[in-house]
């Protein structure tokens, strides 16, 4: 399935797609937000934009908020909306400002708490259920570019454009890695905004990055210290990541990219650009071994920069904002439930 969408945001760092449990797909459009029902292939208007700027980034609610859409937009504000009744706008519940009013980078929800990145690195705690009540933490230093709890609610990845990671922990309310020494932290060479936790394993976290580093890590929550914040798998790639999904079915791991590159460059002046298989790709990725099973070549004519697995983890919308176009892909499917072993009792009845 291909999608047009114009006006979608030229901006590679915007989150303009989301995909609910309810199988509805929302689009950001200039200051309209549409979301198409993709059971009954209807498309609805949700809302239109009412403050400064245009939404940057929206986000489906969770388990409990399956029908709110949050949105977060270039000047600051943060909006939420009710998409429960089928073939109207969308209503509006509230909408506030963040309390130092930069653009909105990133959204991820944990049951009813909303955590919200700006571009100035804070990070925003709300309970959308009372917007009055809200946490802020300031512990990067560069725009918040990557948000995205653990698939069991306890741990936070807060990705940014220094290439830092944070991971905090919801039980001890900090981070995980607490540590000001630089050597201690995770830290890689080029921004970090791809994140992915686990389903299967919510221990485990992938992170990918941009030119000029291009790789995959993969991370332990079980293993973290501060003595040793080392990933448990490195995937050198030579290509810019963009986006990462975990499948809930099998142990494989889904990257989309941008233009690849030779090794060595310590920044974009230095880069020399190459024409490799993985440009603006979607790459499937066997876990533990790094094989890579899959590598669709320019899925897109332009980086694949924001891309969302479907409910049923079966297939994949990305986006190309240089394209203006949206595309959906088959990429699991649930496995097969192992047959049965024939067992003596099954012929004979004990009394």
């Not at 208007?45 to 939404?55: A, E, K, M, V, W």
């Not at 079966?314 to 049965?340: G, H, N």
Request: proline residues 7%; aromatic residues 8%; glycine residues 8%.
């Amino acid at each position: 399935m291909v999608l047009d969408s114009p006006g979608v945001t030229k901006d590679p760092d915007a989150y303009p797609i989301s995909w609910s449990r309810r199988n509805l797909i929302a689009v950001t459009c200039g200051i309209e937000i549409f979301y198409q029902n993709l059971d009954s292939k209807t498309v609805s208007h949700l809302c239109t934009s009412l403050f400064p700027g245009s939404p940057g980034v929206i986000q489906w609610g969770g388990e409990g908020c399956e029908n709110l859409l949050a949105s977060g937009s270039t000047k600051g504000s943060v909006a939420l909306w009710d998409a429960a009744s089928e073939g109207g706008s969308g209503k509006r519940l509230r909408s506030w400002f963040a309390p130092v009013t930069k653009p909105v980078r990133s959204l991820s929800w944990n049951g009813n708490i909303l955590s919200i990145g700006s571009d100035d690195g804070y990070l925003s705690f709300v309970d959308v259920r009372d917007p009055k009540e809200y946490s802020q933490l300031k512990k990067h230093r560069a725009s918040l570019l990557g948000l995205q709890w653990s698939t069991d609610g306890l741990y936070l990845a807060s990705g940014d454009r220094d290439g830092v990671v944070h991971v905090w922990d919801r039980r001890a309310g900090k981070l995980l890695l607490d540590t000001e020494d630089p050597t201690k932290k995770i830290r890689h060479k080029a921004s970090a905004r791809a994140l992915a936790w686990c389903p299967w394993q919510p221990d485990l976290l992938a992170t990918g990055t941009s030119a000029p580093e291009g790789k995959i890590r993969i991370w332990s929550t079980s293993s973290m210290s501060s003595h040793s914040p080392s990933p448990t798998q490195t995937i050198p790639l030579n290509t810019s990541v963009l986006s990462l999904h975990w499948s809930p079915h099998c142990k494989e791991l889904l990257s989309t990219h941008g233009s690849s590159f030779a090794p060595g460059a310590t920044s974009a002046s230095q880069m020399t650009y190459l024409d490799t298989p993985m440009v603006n790709s979607i790459t499937v990725h066997q876990y533990p071994s790094s094989k890579r099973l899959m590598t669709l070549t320019n899925a897109h004519s332009k980086p694949v920069t924001h891309s969302c697995l479907s409910p049923n983890g079966e297939s994949l919308f990305t986006v190309c904002p240089r394209e203006e176009t949206i595309k959906m892909w088959q990429v699991w499917s649930k496995r097969p439930s192992p047959a049965k072993k024939a067992s003596a009792f099954d012929k004979y009845t004990i009394r």
